[in-house]
């Protein structure tokens, strides 16, 4: 059994390496849900489709999220309504089915676990694809906008609103000191074979996870089992803001400030090529540090990586 804790992007990119190298049903996604939503009256669960649509091989390959081939008629309505006002956040006309059918299964009462479930089951997903909790947590983002110093909106408003240009000041998780886990989290960790800390974004993808009370021990627990991948390469964050994030916060914009975030979790941590000198100072931090062409530019690069990951946890054992 292989657990991986995800984010979005990079994390549906590993995962879509892992299912060539291991057969799909022995793998368990705990993928974030800080940057859920509610738009509309709609749940969206951005990572879980993000990570559902790229294994189901309907990912919009432009953006890297919503659905491949997607119409927006909707949403061009929704914009003439509203001058615009409502039409910030791209919801696809198929996509839309997605959050309608998750808003309605939710409404009934089943929880976030299960509808997960049985949407992976309609795009005939075989691993199991978990949200890290069933309970809400908002990853909540304090940042400087024109207007005001220490502003805080929510996770959709500064990555899409303000198309993450803004400096972040802090980040907090609403709702997550009374968050569980969602069922089989913490059994899918302890039963692990490898724990695979995916290339996100390490604040508000990965940090949300481990965040649920229980798992960071869980995995800590686990510590010579895990190897993470950095998401940070040569000082830069493929997609995304991560890097700029890490420095806004006091880290260290590099695999170092990743290695110093992720010591206490993982033994081991693969870096890329272009940051094999700074291999040292990543186990100065207390990793292993692993060097590797970490770019998955494509399945066969993504298929390789994952093949190196599951060959990289700690030899011997130790915690
Ligand atoms: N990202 C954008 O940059 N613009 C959008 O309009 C947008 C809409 C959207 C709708 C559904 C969905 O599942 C994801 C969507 N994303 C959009 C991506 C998403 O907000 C972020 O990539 C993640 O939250 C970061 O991991």
Redo the contacts with the bound molecule.
């Keep these: 059994m292989i657990v991986a804790l995800a984010?979005?992007?990079g994390a549906a990119r590993m995962l879509s390496g892992l299912v060539e190298v291991v057969p799909p049903e022995d793998i368990t996604a705990v993928v974030?849900t800080g940057?859920d939503?509610v738009?509309h009256g709609l749940r969206?669960?951005?990572?879980?489709?993000?990570v559902t649509y790229t294994l189901s091989g309907m990912i919009n390959p432009e953006?890297?999220?919503?659905l491949r081939g997607e119409t927006w008629s909707a949403m061009t309505e929704l914009r003439q309504y509203s001058g615009g006002r409502l039409g910030?956040?791209?919801?696809?006309d198929r996509?839309l089915g997605?959050?309608l059918y998750r808003t309605s299964r939710l409404s009934e009462g089943a929880p976030l676990s299960q509808v997960t479930a049985e949407i992976a089951a309609r795009w005939g997903l075989g691993l199991q694809i978990l949200p890290m909790s069933d309970d809400r947590v908002e990853t909540r983002i304090v940042i400087d906008d024109a207007t005001v110093a220490g502003r805080e909106v929510s996770?959709?408003e500064y990555?899409?609103g303000a198309?993450h240009e803004v400096p972040v000041r802090a980040i907090r998780l609403a709702g997550i000191d009374t968050a569980s886990p969602a069922p089989g989290v913490l059994e899918a960790i302890a039963a692990a074979h490898t724990v695979v800390i995916c290339p996100?974004?390490p604040v508000?993808?990965i940090g949300p996870v481990l965040s649920v009370p229980g798992v960071g021990p869980a995995v800590s627990a686990r510590r010579s089992h895990v190897v993470a991948v950095s998401p940070i390469i040569a000082g830069r964050a493929l997609k995304?803001p991560a890097d700029r994030m890490l420095a806004e916060l006091g880290h260290d914009r590099s695999v170092v400030g990743v290695a110093r975030m992720w010591a206490p979790f993982a033994a081991t941590m693969v870096i890329d090529d272009a940051d094999r000198h700074l291999a040292g100072a990543v186990e100065a931090e207390g990793m292993r540090a692993v060097v590797a062409p970490t770019v998955m530019s494509g399945p066969e690069e993504a298929a390789a990586l994952a093949h190196m990951v599951l060959g990289a946890a700690a030899p011997g054992g130790a915690a």
């Design positions: 984010g979005g992007v974030n940057d939503t738009m969206i669960s951005p990572d879980l489709d993000t953006t890297g999220w919503g910030w956040f791209n919801l696809g996509d997605t959050h996770f959709q990555f899409v198309r996100s974004n508000v993808s995304g």
